[in-house]
């Protein structure tokens, strides 16, 4: 599958704001079509698994709000549905 501009540029913010060891943008919209919040865009559900050394002494909720800061106006805008798996390397 081609990635949309959103999952473009979910990775082009993630990389920059957490230099990550690992991450995968996940586009789980087809499994979602049809349900509420598919815009019919294709890009309406991801998950997102980041590995980072700047979530270091971070909670798992606090890890998840960094990420969402990082990715601005997406989360609950352009995307509907976005799960976070953050950790910190060898975690």
């Known amino acids: ?3 949309g501009p959103a999952h473009i540029e979910m ?3 993630l990389t920059a704001a957490f230099a990550p060891t690992h991450l995968a943008v996940i586009n789980d919209s087809a499994k979602h079509h049809g349900h509420s919040g598919d815009d019919g865009s294709g890009e ?3 998950t997102v698994e980041i590995e980072s050394a700047a979530f270091a002494g971070v909670s ?3 890890r998840q709000r960094m990420v969402n800061k ?3 106006d997406i989360p609950g805008t352009r ?3 976005l799960a976070i798996k ?3 390397p060898g975690e």
């Open 1 to 3: 599958m081609e990635k």
């Open 11 to 13: 990775e082009t913010l």
């Open 44 to 46: 309406s559900h991801f």
């Open 60 to 62: 798992r909720v606090m």
């Open 70 to 72: 990082a990715l601005g």
């Open 79 to 81: 995307v509907h549905a």
């Open 86 to 88: 953050a950790s910190v």
